[in-house]
């Protein structure tokens, strides 16, 4: 939709900025409030206690602006960051219990 339209452009703003190391708390707030709740509501999904979602929402933006500038810009950032959030969603972390992990059939 239109109106979504600068709000991408604002996104993408923030992304290349954190890139080059610019505004870097400014841009970092932003895009973690864009996408802390659905983070928390994706990890809920696939099973995770509220506790153990917080954790991975947490870690999964550790890795976000840890790896930001590997982000192309001929791409788009959300499928990037999906993708980032789907490693830690199968990643295992010592701290998580495994009876709050969701089952997995083999």
Known sequence: SMASGQETDDLLRAVLELQKGIRVEV???YIFERYYPWLRRFF???GY???DSEDLAQETFSQVFERIRSFRRE??????????ASI???APTCARSTTA???RSP
């Open 75 to 84: 791409g788009s950032f959300k499928p990037w960051f999906f993708a980032v």
């Open 49 to 51: 206690t509220s506790q």
């Open 101 to 103: 992990s969701p089952s």
């Open 27 to 29: 841009n970092s707030q």
């Open 44 to 46: 809920g999904r696939l």
């Open 88 to 90: 830690r969603a199968d």
